[in-house]
């Protein structure tokens, strides 16, 4: 299947530094990369992502960048806030060209923390 | 309300036994996932299903069985087989192709 890796596993930063978490993918044909915020005990649940027709798209605090040559892409998270502790997760579809076969994988998971 | 329902929310097995996990949406979407979470991990691919009466294997199948009789129900059994079953289990919808998946909020299944 699709191989998606992600780094680094923990994240530790002081309230108000920016956190990057970065993934890498090995199947070309990916052409959507959405990032996942999963607090402890609850579900994972989308806050960006990003169509390989565009390199970055922001959303307030939160930015995402692709670059499909090297096939990685970044979160990044600018002014962080305690309310940002989670695990993110990055993800991209695998199974080939056609949508109505592939499913997502995940990457391993950043275990953010932001210390006040 | 719209959503998708997993439950039970905790399972407890007993060795040997085979167990079902429900998961319900109503949303309308075509496409169900299994994925497995492992403490400190990431979420590994199960099984999934883009349309009533298919699916397809992932990366983590040998163990585990679905069906897909209905396009609101996708239920994921745990086998015998399954030697290590100790984990949290997610479902998740998607309504076409390359969009949000959206998740139940997990069963956590203990062997004991």
């Known amino acids: 299947g699709e191989n998606v890796e992600q780094h680094p596993s923990t994240l530790s930063v002081q309230e108000g530094d920016s956190a990057v978490i970065k993934c890498t993918y090995s199947?070309?044909?990916?052409?959507?990369f959405p990032w996942y915020k999963q607090e402890l005990g609850k579900r994972p649940q989308l806050i960006i992502d990003i169509r390989s027709n565009v390199g970055e798209k922001k959303d307030q605090r939160i930015a995402v960048t692709l670059n499909k040559t090297a096939k990685h892409f970044s979160l990044h998270i600018t002014e962080t806030q305690p309310e940002d502790s989670a695990v993110y997760f990055c993800a991209a579809p695998w199974g080939g060209m056609d949508t109505g076969r592939r499913a997502l994988t995940f990457g391993s998971g950043t275990r953010l923390q932001v210390q006040p | 309300d719209g959503g998708i329902t997993q439950s039970p929310k905790y399972l407890f097995r007993k060795e040997g036994q085979n167990v079902t996990l429900s998961c319900e949406q109503n949303l309308n979407h075509d496409a169900m996932y299994w994925y497995r979470q492992d403490p400190g991990q990431g979420l590994r691919l199960i099984y999934y299903s883009q349309i009533v009466n298919d699916f397809q294997k992932g990366d983590i199948a040998e163990g585990y069985s679905v069906s897909r009789e209905k396009k609101e129900s996708f239920p994921l059994t745990v086998t015998s087989a399954q030697k290590n079953p100790t984990a949290f289990y997610l479902c998740?919808?998607?309504?076409?192709?390359?969009?949000?998946?959206?998740f139940g909020q997990g069963t956590r299944l203990t062997v004991v």
């Open positions: 998740a919808s998607v309504f076409d192709g390359d969009t949000e998946a959206f």
């Open positions: 199947d070309s044909a990916s052409n959507y």
